[in-house]
Nanobody, 126 residues
Framework: QVQLVESGGGLVQAGGSLRLSCAFS????????VGWFRQAPGKERELVAA????????VYVDSVKGRFTISRDNDKTTVSLQMNSLKHEDTAVYYC???????????????????WGLGTQVTVSS
């Protein structure tokens, strides 16, 4: 059974930075595509960034390109999201997710992922 636990959220001023981390427990971490989704109040959940397994494609939502970077450490079985130049509109609950069998065209579809963390709140004050 896979478990995902996020950490690193908090309150930051606009223009600041945060680094989210996700600890993966379970087997065969390398075989999972990993990602970060977010959901703001009154809005639908959206993919922020995803990183395919075995060093594959990385995708980002347009609004974070150039500001956010997703990475993974296969030895420590962690997933990170470095968030720079944060904006008020980045305020949301951020969720770590993992799944197998995803192809590039399904990376933005939350239903394609198998496991989810409980989320961590990111609040950016303007």
């Amino acid at each position: 059974q896979v478990q995902l636990v996020e950490s690193g959220g908090g309150l930051v001023q606009a223009g600041g930075s945060l680094r989210l981390s996700c600890a993966f427990s379970g087997e065969n971490f390398r075989s999972y595509t990993v990602g970060w989704f977010r959901q703001a109040p009154g809005k639908e959940r959206e993919l922020v960034a995803a990183l395919k397994r075995y060093g594959g494609d990385t995708v980002y939502v347009d609004s974070v390109k150039g500001r956010f970077t997703i990475s993974r450490d296969n030895d420590k079985t962690t997933v990170s999201l470095q968030m720079n130049s944060l904006k008020h509109e980045d305020t949301a609950v951020y969720y770590c997710t993992a799944g197998r069998g995803l192809i590039t065209s399904t990376l933005r579809n939350g239903a394609a992922y198998d496991y989810w963390g409980l989320g961590t709140q990111v609040t950016v004050s303007s």
